[in-house]
């Protein structure tokens, strides 16, 4: 049935290109890049909806320069939740992924996985049963990114949020949508402080963690640009390392390191990519379990006032 499904669930490449998003005029260099990340995350999730043996698809997977190798597991991960979804009689797919080849890739499969949310009228709830106790914020993270970026004008431009979200949802929904910012304003700084600003105070440094995690993670500019990123933050810096932390580990966990990843830890960290890693393994170390507050936030918390402090 893979071909069926890729017939009816496939998402044209024209998807990514920024014309057809709408998002704003940038140098022709940086929009190439942000551009082709959406074409890697579009062939990894193509690769999984057509179905066959896992060991197939990750030969697929790898083939992908390294530095951008993470975007084609993303991708697959929800093609991989979509086809668990579609064929009810077989849902190991995702976690035999997680279990397996995805696990180097555990923070992008998780982030991917949100994408169905996005896709498919399913409860949260549901989904978030399925994940990492700690890490299935981040699936929520991944739906407010594909928001963001299909649907900006509404939670960009309008700020909505989902009136399903509830609770802490609605906080790792704003993290993926302040990463969908480096895309919808171009990796534009004055772009991404401006946008930022006029949200409510509440809102504003999750906003700044996902801007932290996409730059870092994503790449595209230059040194000075990351350097008015971290000025703009302002009260929100913590919270801006904390996302270029998150984005180092990824990379370190994945053996994917880059030269961007370096240089934006050393502006917003103050710190190599490894030891801003370093921060967030650290900040692991007795987590409680979910309470009031759940062990994700006390975790990205504890890694915010490290650099606050710093």
């Known amino acids: 049935l893979g071909w ?3 017939r009816v ?12 998003r709408g998002f704003r005029e940038i140098e022709p260099e940086v929009r190439q890049r942000l551009e082709g990340i959406g074409e890697i995350f579009l062939h990894g999730y193509h690769a999984a909806l057509e179905g066959g043996e896992c060991g197939a698809l990750v030969l697929r997977l790898n083939a992908v320069e390294a530095e951008f190798r993470g975007f084609a597991f993303e991708g ?7 086809l668990d979804y579609l064929m009810p009689w077989r849902r190991d797919r995702l976690s035999a992924f997680l279990e397996g080849p995805g696990a180097a890739h555990v923070y992008m499969v998780h982030v991917g996985v949100g994408w169905v949310l996005g896709r498919l009228g399913l409860r949260v709830e549901r989904l978030l049963a399925r994940l990492d106790p700690l890490l299935r ?29 509830s609770g802490y949802a609605r906080r790792a929904f704003d993290q993926g ?10 990796a534009d700084a004055s772009r991404i402080a401006a946008t930022i600003a006029a949200f ?7 906003l700044w963690s996902g801007i932290g995690l996409a730059s870092t993670y994503a790449g595209g500019v230059e040194r000075p640009t ?49 030891e801003a890693a370093r921060v967030t393994d650290d900040a692991l170390s007795e987590l409680p379990s979910d309470g009031t507050v759940p062990a994700f936030e006390v975790w990205r918390g504890r890694i915010r006032e490290r650099f606050a402090e710093a």
């Open 177 to 186: 949508l302040g990463r969908s910012l480096w895309f919808v304003e171009g």
């Open 9 to 20: 669930f496939s998402i044209s490449p024209q998807e990514t290109t920024f014309a057809r």
């Open 200 to 206: 409510p105070p509440s809102r504003q440094a999750d």
């Open 76 to 82: 697959a991960a929800m093609g991989l939740a979509l």
């Open 226 to 274: 990351l350097e008015v990123l971290r000025a703009a933050a302002g009260s929100h810096r913590g919270a801006l390392a904390q996302g270029a932390a998150f984005a180092a580990q990824a990379r370190q966990r994945a053996g994917n390191p880059a030269p961007h990843t370096e240089a934006a830890c050393r502006v917003y960290c103050a710190l190599s990519a490894d």
């Open 137 to 165: 914020w981040l699936a929520i993270d991944g739906y407010g990114f594909h928001e963001g970026y299909f649907r900006w004008r509404r939670c960009v431009g309008g700020r909505e949020v989902p009136a399903r979200l």
């Open 4 to 6: 069926l499904y890729k």
